[in-house]
């Protein structure tokens, strides 16, 4: 254990967390995203939700301040009647954290574009999350 390290984060995704540089991305994925056939590099944190993971992120991961909107969501397929609450919960984390000032609104990708940026992601970690539309992509920053 180490200070100040919230324990939900792995040693494996600390390191991924250190090795990210300025304008890399990661995502967190919710429970169908097809994290293993899409992922660089693959960060298995099974029994987890996104929103700790998301928390605890913020808490290590400056947000990128040069671009528009360092947080991405996946946009729901148009059609689509499913309500997505999860979305404002993420809002109020990234509001609530110390990255806040550089958080104005998400960007909101299609889905198979989506998919095409996460497999340029540094990594993407696979969840348990149950709800759907529910895959983030964190910009890094500077420190």
């Known amino acids: 254990m180490l200070k100040g390290i919230p324990p939900i984060i ?3 995704l600390l390191k991924i967390i250190m090795e990210m540089g300025h304008g890399d991305e990661i995502v967190i994925a919710d429970g169908n995203f097809p ?3 899409i992922a660089n590099k693959l960060i298995r944190m099974d029994g987890h939700g996104v929103q700790p993971i998301l928390e605890a992120i913020l808490q290590l991961l ?3 301040p040069y671009v528009e909107n360092p947080v991405a969501l996946m946009q ?4 689509d009647t499913i309500a997505t609450p999860i ?3 993420y809002r109020a984390s990234i509001k609530s954290s110390s990255e806040s000032d550089k958080f104005t609104n998400f960007e909101y990708v299609e889905r198979f574009e989506f998919y095409e940026r996460a497999k ?3 990594a993407v970690i696979a969840t348990s999350e149950p709800a759907l539309y529910a895959n983030i992509i964190l910009k890094k920053g500077c420190v």
């Open 120 to 122: 340029k992601a540094y």
């Open 35 to 37: 994290s293993a056939s």
């Open 10 to 12: 792995s040693p494996e």
């Open 62 to 64: 400056p947000l990128d």
């Open 87 to 89: 979305w404002e919960t």
């Open 76 to 79: 729901k397929v148009p059609g």
